[in-house]
């Protein structure tokens, strides 16, 4: 079992839908979990984090980690075509040099 | 802010000859630096781990012999890909930590190097 799984795709929506992205591990010592956004050809940038369980909301973007199920979730609401993009999620233990360990990502498209 | 950058962002090498890569921390300073390297519709995957003045730590797996990294300054840690085959052809990412980072252990990453070995 791979440290961090998350959900394959790729997943189509049309414009205004809500997205639901995902992701499991099996590492409960992980205490941050993150999204990013890569964009075809281009670094990863950072979306949001989660430190611990509970929800965080930024605009369009809501995060959401379950740690007694080892469950995360991204939720966009509102999807424009300009969220067309591959999303990772990314955990880590913590700590000034902790290593982040990446979801092999799900490449999401919003047609409008 | 924030802001990594990597040159060159694509290069097409001979097999046998050796590439560097350049990653820059270009608006803060970063103790720590990271290797990464994505192969087409895959995740990143961790190459190793450098910290400014002090030999990488590299992930299981890796050669050290053949990924040399170099983490000179506090802006600056570059990759060499020695003897390059076409097998090493991929897309290598470097992130970097602001040394005034707090314990949230967040990244900034640069936008990619492609290589191609031919």
């Known amino acids: 079992q791979k440290e961090v799984e998350q959900d394959p795709g790729p997943l189509s929506v049309p414009e205004g839908a809500i997205v639901s992205l995902n992701c499991t591990y099996s590492?409960?010592?992980?205490?941050?979990f993150m999204w990013y956004r890569q964009y075809s050809r281009k670094g990863p940038e950072l979306l949001m984090y989660t430190y611990s369980s509970g929800n965080k909301e930024d605009g369009r973007f809501t995060a959401q980690v379950d740690k007694s199920s080892k469950y995360i979730s991204l939720f966009i609401r509102d999807s424009q075509p300009s969220d067309s993009a591959t999303y990772l999620c990314a955990m880590s233990v913590g700590g000034a040099n902790s290593k982040l360990t990446f979801g092999k990502g799900i490449t999401l498209s919003v047609r409008p | 802010g924030a802001v990594v950058s990597q040159h060159p962002s694509w290069v097409i090498c001979k097999s046998g000859t050796s590439v560097k890569i350049e990653c820059r921390s270009l608006?803060?300073?970063?103790?720590?630096m990271f290797w990464y390297r994505q192969f087409p519709k895959q995740s990143l995957m961790l190459m190793a781990t450098s910290n400014e003045g002090s030999k990488a730590t590299y992930e299981q797996g890796v050669e050290k012999d053949k990924f040399l990294i170099n983490h000179a300054s506090l802006t600056l840690s570059t990759l060499t890909v020695t003897s390059a085959h076409p097998e090493d052809s991929s897309f290598y990412i470097c992130?970097?930590?602001?040394?005034?980072?707090?314990?949230?252990?967040?990244?900034?990453f640069g936008p990619g190097t492609r290589l191609t070995v031919t």
């Open positions: 992130s970097a930590r602001d040394r005034r980072g707090t314990s949230v252990p967040e990244q900034y």
């Open positions: 608006d803060f300073q970063a103790t720590t």
């Open positions: 590492n409960s010592a992980f205490q941050y």
